[in-house]
């Protein structure tokens, strides 16, 4: 009876912890825009962590743009983009139990805590009316990182393909 109690309390935390580990992009838009009208995009920013991943970003957001029909301009768009990215160090709590524990069974057993940090990345690819500055497409995306700079990479082009999937979206109705 008590192996089937913590099979289930188990199997209940990680079905809630999976979802944490997931990454995650969201898109929403100004509905009165109309997009079919917008052909060329100039940047305005590109703040990352270091100037490397400036460039990265820039060239994911550039390719997911061109593959839409979208032209960039030096400068005189008809949006503008900016795009930024924050790394925050998120931390995981594991208690691990072994032998006998608890106050029914006598106290017999010990319990562990250990913590674990990781990153988590955060992108945000914001795209304004040239004329009226007013955001009209917003596309945010959260995903954990690692030390791998090539891994982050193919998880930060992913991501960007998944924020643009659907873009630009189709007039309001």
């Not at 007013?134 to 954990?144: A, C, P, Q, V, Y």
Request: charged share 25%.
């Amino acid at each position: 009876m008590k192996f089937r109690k913590l099979l289930a309390i188990s199997v209940l935390c990680a079905a809630m912890i999976a979802p944490a580990y997931a990454d995650h992009v969201a898109v929403d838009n100004n509905h009165s825009t109309n997009f079919a009208r917008i052909k060329t995009y100039s940047w305005a920013e590109v703040r990352t962590t270091n100037s490397i991943w400036d460039a990265r970003v820039k060239q994911a957001v550039d390719r997911q743009l061109a593959a839409k029909g979208w032209v960039q301009a030096a400068a005189g768009g008809d949006v503008v983009l900016a795009a930024v990215e924050k790394v925050a160090i998120h931390q995981q709590y594991d208690t691990t139990y072994d032998g006998f524990g608890g106050r029914r069974g006598g106290g017999m057993g010990d319990s562990t805590l250990s913590v674990d940090d990781y990153k988590v990345g955060t992108l945000v690819v914001s795209i304004f009316d040239a004329h009226s500055r007013d955001l009209i497409w917003k596309g945010t995306s959260s995903r954990d990182l690692t030390g791998n700079p090539e891994s982050n990479t193919k998880k930060l082009d992913a991501d960007v393909q998944k924020m643009f999937k659907k873009f630009p979206p189709p007039p309001a109705s």
